[in-house]
């Protein structure tokens, strides 16, 4: 291996490690919020009984609806029946709708995975942060990602969407070229990489005005997921 091939290896694992920390992060800051909430759970009902013992039934409505708007905040949006995929899901979508972009999500995993969790949290987090940052591109009203993943045959397919605003974008080799720099980069890498292991498919699609990336991931088909790592779908 070339001085030049170690130094891109180098590279990429570096710019791997960061973006799992970062996943990792995003998703205990979620988790955080909702262990917050139910600590404070016993606290809220002893506020409403006392309102409800007053008759104060104004007061009672209006803490109702603060509460409301608060669990809103950590709501857990997508239940996929993937305990990972829900995590990273969930966190990007809390990240992409703080920064005004809008998400259309519908995802379903129904079998125990055999991607390994790393290789799952890497690719849903790259596709993800490369969809947001496109998006701010755009006008607010605009911004829209749309993410479908489900089973085919003993496929995992996942379709990421964004709306991009109305240029093509370049393809060199098999990567289109973007103006994010050079993470950007080894994360599309690592995406291949990955694919590439695990004997996948991947298209990305340029077109007027949106931006698609659909991958096919083979699995061992398991009509009973494990706990460890699925949960069940509610």
């Not at 570096?14 to 917050?36: C, F, P, S, W």
């Not at 007061?59 to 609806?65: F, M, P």
């Not at 950007?184 to 995406?191: A, E, T």
Request: glycine share 6%.
């Amino acid at each position: 291996m070339s001085f030049l091939s170690r130094k891109i290896d180098k590279r990429i694992a570096l710019y791997q490690e960061e973006l799992i920390n970062t996943h990792y992060a995003e998703v205990d800051n979620m988790y955080k919020q909702i262990r917050g909430w139910r600590h404070d759970y016993k606290n809220h009902i002893q506020v409403m009984k006392a309102l409800a013992s007053k008759g104060d039934l104004e007061a009672l409505k209006n803490y109702l609806n603060e509460l409301e708007t608060d669990l809103a905040t950590v709501d857990t949006v997508i239940k996929t029946g993937n305990a990972m995929a829900d995590a990273i899901l969930n966190s990007k979508i809390s990240l992409a709708k703080s920064k005004g972009v809008k998400v259309i999500a519908d995802a379903n995993i129904p079998i125990a995975l055999t991607i390994s969790e790393i290789d799952l949290c890497v690719i849903i987090g790259n596709l993800f942060d490369n969809a947001i940052e496109a998006s701010l591109g755009l006008p607010e009203r605009e911004r829209e990602i749309r993410v479908y993943m489900d089973m085919k045959g003993n496929k995992l397919y996942i379709s990421f969407t964004n709306f991009t605003s109305g240029k093509k974008l370049n393809k060199i080799g098999s990567i289109f070229k973007s103006n994010k720099g050079d993470g950007h980069g080894f994360g599309l890498l690592r995406i291949d990489d990955i694919i590439e292991r695990h004997s996948g498919y991947i298209s990305r699609n340029s077109e007027d005005g949106a931006f698609t990336t659909e991958i096919l991931l083979p699995q061992n088909y398991n009509s009973s997921p494990n706990s460890s790592n699925s949960s069940p779908k509610s």
